[in-house]
């Protein structure tokens, strides 16, 4: 049986959905583990933070107001993908530019947060 994964996505501010267009990447902030080397050998890896975040395009509706969103602070943000899963960013802040682009009428957007966390 087929099973999908990929496709319509849904992206949600405090409750309030937004029109997400393009691809999104997004991470949920799990420290990153890198190797460390010495001279003779691997030692072991060393983990270091990452800053959770879900970044991607939204379409600036007429009823948007793009100062909304760049002053948007202490957020739960969610993305809901076409497999079911939920990405969830708590305690998020906007952190794109805030540039739009008229051709489509989209805004590039990146939310960054203190957790994150993948809901299934």
């Known amino acids: 049986m087929a099973e999908r994964v990929g496709g319509i996505i849904y992206l949600a501010i405090n409750g309030v959905n937004y029109q997400a267009k393009g691809a999104y990447t ?3 902030g799990r420290p990153k583990r890198d190797g460390v080397v010495g001279h003779d050998a691997v030692h072991g890896y060393k983990e270091l933070p ?3 975040f879900i970044e991607g395009e939204i379409t600036d509706s007429g009823k ?3 100062e909304d969103l ?3 602070t202490d957020a739960t943000v969610t993305l809901q993908l076409a497999n079911s899963k ?3 960013l ?4 906007y952190a794109g530019e805030g540039t739009g682009n008229t051709e489509e ?3 590039g957007v ?3 947060g203190i957790s994150g966390e993948e809901v299934r």
């Open 90 to 93: 708590r305690d998020a802040w």
């Open 50 to 52: 990452q800053v959770p």
């Open 70 to 72: 760049l002053d948007l």
């Open 110 to 112: 990146r939310f960054e």
């Open 86 to 88: 939920v990405i969830v």
């Open 64 to 66: 948007m107001a793009l």
């Open 26 to 28: 997004y991470n949920i």
């Open 105 to 107: 009428g989209n805004i």
